[in-house]
């Protein structure tokens, strides 16, 4: 085979491998300053957008519509279903708290790799051009 055939070829491996590496990495920042600007925007512009759409009781015991006469179902008294009902909401607010930093760890995490592989792969490119 001549080697110029195969030099050409290894050229545009290369080149691909590069363009498929800056494309991947450049996702890779995009996405990840979306997701944290949706946090940001939901944490301090849009508070509400946050809340889960569906509340419940804690327990079957507070549910109102449960008659005090249910043999299976003992009724508990108005303070107890509001001590769990806080507690229940407390415990839904330090879940929303700790998904918001699991998700900013990893949208910081990934542009850390992003921005140098991107970087250093497009620049690559860029010095290597080919006419």
């Given at each position: 085979?001549?080697?110029?055939?195969?030099?050409?070829?290894?050229?545009?491996?290369?080149?691909?491998?590069?363009?498929?590496?800056?494309?991947?990495?450049?996702?890779?920042?995009?996405?990840?300053?979306?997701?944290?600007?949706?946090?940001?925007?939901k944490t301090y512009v849009f508070t509400k957008a946050d809340f889960n759409y569906y509340s419940y009781y804690p327990n079957p015991?507070?549910?109102?519509?449960?008659?005090?006469?249910?043999?299976?179902?003992?009724?508990?008294?108005?303070?107890?279903?509001?001590?769990?009902?806080?507690?229940?909401?407390?415990?839904?607010?330090?879940?929303?708290?700790?998904?918001?930093?699991?998700?900013?760890?990893?949208?910081?995490?990934?542009?850390?790799?992003?921005?140098?592989?991107?970087?250093?792969?497009?620049?690559?490119?860029?010095?290597?051009?080919?006419?």
């Amino acid at each position: 085979m001549d080697p110029t055939i195969l030099e050409g070829r290894l050229a545009i491996l290369k080149n691909f491998y590069f363009y498929v590496v800056s494309f991947v990495a450049l996702m890779m920042i995009v996405f990840s300053v979306a997701n944290m600007i949706d946090i940001v925007l939901k944490t301090y512009v849009f508070t509400k957008a946050d809340f889960n759409y569906y509340s419940y009781y804690p327990n079957p015991a507070c549910d109102p519509t449960i008659v005090a006469t249910d043999k299976n179902i003992e009724k508990l008294s108005q303070e107890e279903c509001d001590k769990m009902q806080s507690e229940m909401e407390k415990k839904q607010r330090d879940e929303r708290v700790g998904q918001k930093q699991r998700d900013l760890v990893r949208d910081i995490s990934f542009l850390v790799v992003g921005i140098p592989l991107f970087l250093l792969h497009w620049g690559y490119l860029r010095r290597n051009k080919a006419v």
